[in-house]
């Protein structure tokens, strides 16, 4: 989890492919409208994120249902949020954590996603950092902050 420009849909595939699990983006699950309203700039209400989270959540119970581990990419930046996508479930919250000035230098550098910077400054506002996830700097290489996610968790990468 994190805000926009964190590293989340990165780090997350990588961390999917050392376990051999699934990868699940959460920008996959947004409406059109959603999308729409991000790329003119403007940030998501709860009412935006709701129908998001819950369809999210649904195929986080399906993957448990089926057995199936699963690494997802969200924002998941209000802790009602995380509770939400996590009911049902043991899931387990790695929070990529930077400055205000870093994440927008990332953005700045980023081509091809609806989301920019224009929405940054809303994120971190909405931000309530969790205070049970393992909290990883945003300013490593995404394999270090792997290495260190998969030693912190005490999980084995797949061979």
């Known amino acids: 989890m994190g805000v926009t420009g964190a590293g989340k849909t990165t780090v997350g595939k990588l961390l999917a492919r050392a376990l051999g699990w699934r990868f699940l983006d959460a920008d996959s699950f947004h409406s059109p409208a959603n999308i729409a309203k991000m790329t003119r700039g403007f940030p998501l209400t709860d009412s935006d994120r709701e129908p998001w989270l819950r369809s999210i959540h649904t195929e986080l119970l399906e993957c448990a249902r089926k057995k199936e581990n699963a690494v ?4 998941a930046l209000k802790q009602r949020y995380r509770d939400l996508l996590a009911a049902g479930m043991d899931l387990k919250i790695c929070f990529l954590k930077g400055a205000p000035g870093e994440i927008a230098a990332r953005l700045h550098a ?3 996603h609806f989301a920019d910077d224009s929405i940054l400054a809303g994120q971190f506002a909405d931000l309530e950092e969790p205070s049970d996830a393992l909290v990883l700097p945003v300013g490593e290489a995404p394999e270090t902050v792997v290495r260190e996610a998969l030693r912190k968790l005490n999980l084995t990468p797949s061979t």
């Open 110 to 112: 980023r081509r091809g």
């Open 72 to 75: 997802l990419a969200c924002s």
